[in-house]
């Protein structure tokens, strides 16, 4: 019986691996057949600059700085309850950036000039200072992770073998490992206050790439729909909410299963559904003001939004899929006490938010800056319609599989939760606090 459930397990990890290993060895291609060919294997237009790639941009951006910002709140703050999820949101928060970048990279129409942006600095460039944003963010979140995890990688090494003993020693980068839990809750101690440090640092460095994002946008005035101060507190509210979103559904499907677990994901579920409700607040004002004011760029471009061509973006991906289903299943008894339903409500908002950034990016630029202009030059270049080709398509899930299938590694192969005291309660009987 056990060595049928152990095979059953075994393919069922092969078809996993597998698929995603197909799906973005396809990205790949796809992404070459882009750097060959350039954006003409897009749907992009003239007037269209933007689409598919830079509304993943934000959406995985989003997700690594709201994840962060969560992940960091914990031991800023001294919120130990959550720390099992600690490391989980760190680990979400550094593919999300590899994510981020590998799209906001293939959609530069010169990608290996972007080393250029160190080089020739500009002060006086938002981008420039969002780069040097990043250049830092990138360097704090892997120390803050390995930080947290140095005491059970170096443990690791003593009870492993063959490649993955090398590979967890290669990890400890020569830190020793932790002979007895005295010295274990010893080295955590001094973790948590590295960590503490790097995460105040860290905050202050996700807040400002956040908002530097949201600011790219902002600064448009030709974009009125973009052109509002308060876009940089959206974004940094659907960032947050996206995140808690993502780590409800890892942590209720993939967290430890112990005494912890519902109060944990259910924390996780209170925090998207309540961060969930001020973006629509946020929304509703936004949407409310365009049309009180009556501006026409306003109007056209909310018409878009909720009866254009792709209505089913807002009214089932935006409205169904990103706020209500998981509100509901948050709010309701039966649902509320589930691990299993908050984490679909958790993915449910992860799919939902994805048309959020969709209907950001695109609505804009489908209606003409000046009357007429969509009917001014007959040209398949000139086009006001944006739908994305399959080339797009390819890359974007190839990419997206590519960043799962490392994140699932690290997860099966890194030590997520604390396995040295863990290890020690079953050798010794004894509770660990």
């Not at 912890?260 to 949407?287: K, P």
């Not at 080339?391 to 939760?417: H, R, Y």
Request: aromatic residues 16%.
């Amino acid at each position: 019986m056990a060595l049928r459930i152990a095979l059953e397990k075994r393919n069922q990890l092969v078809l996993y691996y597998g698929g995603l290993a197909i799906l973005s060895l396809i990205g790949m291609i796809a992404i070459g057949v882009r750097l060959v060919y350039g954006m003409s294997v897009t749907s992009l237009s003239s007037p269209i600059a933007w689409g598919m790639w830079v509304a993943f941009y934000i959406y995985f951006i989003g997700l690594s700085a709201g994840s962060f910002l969560l992940a960091a709140s914990i031991y800023v703050f001294g919120i130990y309850r959550y720390e099992k999820v600690g490391r989980i949101a760190l680990l979400s928060a550094l593919f999300s950036l590899i994510a981020g970048f590998v799209f906001v990279w293939i959609d530069l129409g010169q990608p290996w000039r972007a080393w250029k942006m160190f080089t020739r600095w500009n002060y006086t460039s938002l981008l420039a200072w969002e780069g040097v944003a990043y250049l830092f963010y990138a360097l704090v979140l892997p120390i803050m992770l390995w930080t947290l995890m140095r005491c059970d990688i170096a443990d690791l090494v003593r009870h492993t073998m063959g490649w993955r003993q090398r590979l967890y020693r290669l990890l400890t980068f020569g830190f020793r490992c932790p002979e007895s839990e005295s010295e274990y809750q010893r080295c955590h101690r001094e973790s948590l206050r590295i960590v503490k440090t790097l995460g105040i640092i860290g905050i202050v460095i996700a807040i400002v790439i956040r908002g530097g994002t949201a600011a790219l946008f902002a600064v448009v005035v030709a974009k009125p729909y973009w052109n509002t101060a308060l876009l940089p507190v959206i974004f940094l509210v659907s960032a947050l909410a996206s995140a808690a979103a993502l780590l409800t559904f890892l942590y209720a499907f993939f967290g430890r299963k112990d005494e912890d677990h519902l109060a944990i994901t259910r924390g996780m579920a209170r925090l998207m559904a309540i961060l969930i409700g001020v973006e629509l607040f946020l929304f509703a004002n936004e949407l409310l003001i365009g049309l009180y004011g009556k501006v026409p760029e306003h109007l056209e471009i909310y018409y878009a939004i909720f009866f254009g061509p792709f209505p089913y973006t807002f009214w089932i991906g935006h409205l169904l899929l990103g706020a209500i289903i998981p509100m509901t299943l948050v709010l309701l008894p039966h649902t509320r006490n589930s691990a299993f339903w908050l984490g679909l409500g958790g993915l449910s908002a992860l799919i939902g938010i994805v048309a959020v950034r969709l209907n950001f990016v695109i609505p804009p630029y489908v209606v003409p800056v000046l009357e007429g202009l969509d009917h001014a030059i007959h040209q398949p270049r000139w086009a006001y319609s944006y739908f994305p080709s399959f080339w797009e398509w390819a890359s974007s899930i190839g990419t997206i599989a590519l960043v799962v299938l490392l994140f699932s590694l690290a997860f099966q192969f890194l030590p997520i939760f604390h396995e040295f005291p863990e290890r020690l309660k079953s050798q010794e009987g004894g509770a660990v606090q």
